[in-house]
Antibody, heavy 121, light 107 residues
């Protein structure tokens, strides 16, 4: 069965960086687009960005463009989210989520358990 | 970005009831709509995609309908496991946006 396990969350000061990882298993990782979706405490869901199946295309929401970078290592079935210049408003649980195809369809058929990122001085 | 608005924000119901949640898009999204539910402290789970297609493994008491700008999720014969927060999500264009959520609580 599909499993997605995030790691790397924690408390970080404003302006600093953090990298999240997502280990995937139970499916052919290199065949599917992957996403990051976040949820601020007590709030709703917010799509962060996508990386296509081969790692050759990325798209991000405007508020994280230029600060966040999504990469993947298909040889290790792992997804990454590099977050730089973090702000208080980036505080959230970050979920990695699997897309249903190579990258053209942006809904999420499996989700990880989430990693909490807290940006605070 | 396309705005998604769900109603109601909170819904009280009992086991065995049938309930309907509405999701409206600020512009047409054809049938590019998904529904999820989420329990406290857990990840969301996909229920329906393409407005009305039931995800594998999801009970048949869940159904979705609609196209364009107005969509509904209906849960017939509520089970205890169904009390959760429900989100719609458009995937037609832009930053794929979610509705604000509908909390389904036990009466």
């Amino acid at each position: 069965q599909v499993q997605l396990v995030e790691s790397g969350g924690g408390v970080v000061q404003p302006g600093r960086s953090l990298r999240l990882s997502c280990a995937a298993s139970g499916f052919t990782f290199g065949n599917y687009a992957m996403h990051w979706v976040r949820q601020a405490p007590g709030k709703g869901l917010e799509w962060v960005g996508i990386i296509f199946f081969d790692g050759n295309r990325n798209y991000y929401r405007d508020s994280v463009k230029g600060r966040f970078t999504i990469t993947r290592d298909n040889s290790k079935n792992t997804l990454f989210l590099q977050m730089n210049s973090l702000r208080a408003e980036d505080t959230a649980v970050y979920y990695c989520a699997k897309g249903p195809d190579h990258g053209d369809t942006y809904y999420f058929d499996h989700w990880g358990q989430g990693a909490l990122v807290t940006v605070s001085s | 970005d396309i705005q998604m608005t769900q109603s109601p924000s909170t819904l009280s119901a009992s086991v065995g009831d049938s309930v309907t949640i509405t999701c409206r898009a600020s512009q047409t999204i054809s049938m590019w709509l998904a529904w999820y539910h989420q329990k406290p402290g857990k990840a969301p789970r996909l229920l329906i995609y393409k407005a009305s297609v039931l995800e594998s493994g999801v009970p048949s008491r869940f159904s979705g309908s609609g196209s364009g700008t107005e969509f509904t999720l209906t849960i017939s014969s509520l089970q205890p496991d169904d009390f959760a927060t429900y989100y719609c999500q458009q995937y037609a264009s832009g930053s794929r946006t979610f509705g604000q959520g509908t909390k389904l609580e036990m009466k």
